[in-house]
């Protein structure tokens, strides 16, 4: 069974930064893309982050951009996403879930709530 | 970046309905979009992909169909289950883009 299990979210004050991580299993993790979407509480889903199979490719959401970093493991089956100048508006919870060409997003984690606020 | 525009917002609906929710997108997608539901608390589910192929395990009341800058998630007869906020996602080119929901509730 596949499964993305976030963590790493908590209360960060504004202007800090967390580092949230994704442990994938139930599937060969290196050979699949990867994102981060996150969803504001209330709101709709936003994507915020994707990285390709080997890591040579990242994109960025213009709202994060400059201030998140993704990255991952793949020896570790994990996906990672370093969070620095931490905004009110990045409040939000954080779902990592696996990519594939034809089928799109899918799976997603159980995600993970950061809140920034001091 | 390309923007993803559904419709309605809301939606109010009796079990045993049809239900019809329309996305459209800023430029041409082709088929790729993608259509999730989602229910308080919980991560988003995928129902359909490259606009109008069932997911596996999905009930087939629900289905998709369009191309290019049109499409429409149908739920031929609403079930209990199915009362949740509905997505649709461009995977067509970066950002990937959602649209921004359409909650369907009882009526």
């Known amino acids: 069974e596949v499964q993305l299990v976030e963590s790493g979210g908590g209360l960060v004050q504004p202007g800090g930064s967390l580092r949230l991580s994704c442990a994938a299993s139930g599937f060969t993790f290196s050979s699949y893309e990867m994102n981060w979407v996150r969803q504001a509480p209330g709101k709709g889903l936003e994507w915020v982050s994707y990285i390709s199979s080997s890591g040579s490719t990242i994109y960025y959401a213009d709202s994060v951009k400059g201030r998140f970093t993704i990255s991952r493991d793949n020896a570790k089956n994990s996906l990672y996403l370093q969070m620095n100048s931490l905004r009110a508006e990045d409040t939000a919870v954080y779902y990592c879930?696996?990519?594939?060409?034809?089928?799109?997003?899918?799976?997603w984690g159980q995600g993970t709530l950061v809140t920034v606020s001091s | 970046d390309i923007q993803m525009t559904q419709s309605p917002s809301t939606l109010s609906a009796s079990v045993g309905d049809r239900v019809t929710i329309t996305c459209r997108a800023s430029q041409s997608i082709s088929s790729w979009l993608a259509w999730y539901q989602q229910k308080p608390g919980k991560a988003p589910k995928l129902l359909i992909y490259k606009a109008s192929s069932l997911e596996s395990g999905v009930p087939s009341r629900f289905s998709g169909s369009g191309s290019g800058t049109e499409f429409t998630l149908t739920i031929s007869s609403l079930q209990p289950d199915d009362f949740a906020t509905y997505y649709c996602?461009?995977?067509?080119?970066?950002?990937?883009?959602f649209g921004q929901g359409t909650k369907v509730e009882i009526k």
């Open positions: 879930a696996r990519e594939t060409m034809i089928v799109g997003i899918d799976p």
């Open positions: 996602q461009q995977y067509n080119s970066f950002p990937w883009t």
